[in-house]
Nanobody, 122 residues
Framework: QVQLVESGGGSVQAGGSLRLSCVAR????????MAWFRQPPGKETDGVAR????????WHADSVKGRFLISQDNAKNTVYLQMNNLKPEDTAIYYC???????????????RGQGTQVTVSS
């Protein structure tokens, strides 16, 4: 059974850092594309960052550029989201998603994790 398991969320003060991890378990081959989304309280879910596992090319939302960095460890089937200089507006549930076929996993994905809560206090 394939699954995505996120970890690393928590509560920090503004200016602090967290690193989220997403482990892809049960896949015969690594997903082609993996992404992080977030849903702030009472708001819609938005894409935060994306990585194509074949060439490690990345995309980051303007709101997190320069503060967040998506990366991967292929040997561990794990994608990370390093979050620095966190702001209260980064408070959200963060989800990892994966797409095994070709395409943009910010638009379509096969599987999404259950999410991890990030809370940033001022």
């Amino acid at each position: 059974q394939v699954q995505l398991v996120e970890s690393g969320g928590g509560s920090v003060q503004a200016g602090g850092s967290l690193r989220l991890s997403c482990v892809a378990r049960g896949y015969k081959a690594s997903p082609n594309c993996m992404a992080w989304f977030r849903q702030p309280p009472g708001k819609e879910t938005d894409g935060v960052a994306r990585i194509y596992t074949s060439d490690s090319s990345t995309w980051h939302a303007d709101s997190v550029k320069g503060r967040f960095l998506i990366s991967q460890d292929n040997a561990k089937n794990t994608v990370y989201l390093q979050m620095n200089n966190l702001k209260p507006e980064d408070t959200a549930i963060y989800y990892c998603a994966a797409l095994t076929g070709s395409g943009n996993c910010l638009r379509i994905y096969n599987l999404r994790g259950q999410g991890t809560q990030v809370t940033v206090s001022s």
